[in-house]
């Protein structure tokens, strides 16, 4: 997981069926300092050995691990969700970043 300035990127690989207690700390502190109570998920999926629909499920799955684990935090944050399966080059990961 890195931050740079208003977006936070996390990098998958494996399977992810949860996430470290310090991970949601520092995901949430991210939040916080934001002062936005609204975000954009973005799931990057790369062009993979597995069928489309197979990535497809991977990446919302996820997203709503990541969404479930936010909002059991702190309800009142909003999320938005959006998988990305156009880019050649880009590893399995998420970017977060504040909406207005």
Same mark, same amino acid.
């Given at each position: 997981?890195?931050? *740079? #300035? &208003?977006?936070?990127?996390?990098?998958?690989? #494996?399977?992810? &069926? *949860?996430? %470290?207690?310090?991970?949601? *700390? +520092?995901?949430?502190?991210?939040?916080?300092?934001?002062?936005?109570?609204?975000?954009? !998920?973005? !799931?990057?999926?790369?062009? $993979?050995?597995? $069928?489309?629909?197979? $990535?497809?499920?991977l990446?919302?799955?996820? #997203?709503? !691990? %990541?969404?479930?684990?936010?909002?059991?935090?702190?309800?009142?944050?909003?999320l938005? %969700?959006?998988?990305?399966?156009?880019?050649?080059?880009?590893?399995?990961?998420?970017?977060?970043?504040? +909406?207005?």
């Amino acid at each position: 997981m890195t931050i *740079t #300035g &208003n977006t936070l990127t996390i990098e998958y690989e #494996g399977e992810v &069926n *949860t996430y %470290l207690k310090e991970d949601i *700390t +520092k995901m949430m502190d991210w939040i916080k300092s934001t002062k936005h109570k609204i975000f954009e !998920i973005e !799931i990057f999926i790369p062009k $993979s050995k597995i $069928s489309f629909s197979d $990535s497809l499920r991977l990446a919302y799955d996820r #997203g709503l !691990i %990541l969404m479930r684990e936010i909002k059991s935090v702190d309800p009142s944050v909003i999320l938005s %969700l959006n998988v990305n399966t156009t880019s050649d080059n880009l590893e399995n990961k998420v970017v977060i970043v504040p +909406k207005n």
